[in-house]
């Protein structure tokens, strides 16, 4: 939604994201990998961003999201 809506991810102060566990769950690499890829896609419209947590057991596998969410 906020890739779609950047007039409204423009506004966003805080932003956690947070996977599901269990057995219906898809496989934690995939899903980092997805979410990692969408973050750093949405970093450049997060004007008002200061605060971001990323809640998974393993670490995104994307590394440069870090990197795009700190230049903006």
């Not at 896609?41 to 809640?55: E, G, M, P, R, S």
């Not at 995104?60 to 795009?68: C, I, L």
Request: hydrophobic residues 45%; glycine residues 2%.
């Amino acid at each position: 939604m906020l890739l779609r809506r950047p007039d409204i991810a423009r506004h966003v102060q805080k932003l956690l994201l947070r996977f599901s566990t269990g057995p219906r769950a898809r496989s934690s690499d995939y899903n980092g990998y997805m979410v990692s890829s969408l973050a750093y896609c949405l970093a450049h419209t997060l004007d008002a961003l200061h605060t971001f947590i990323w809640d998974a057991d393993e670490i995104p596998q994307r590394d440069d999201m870090w990197f795009a969410l700190r230049m903006s």
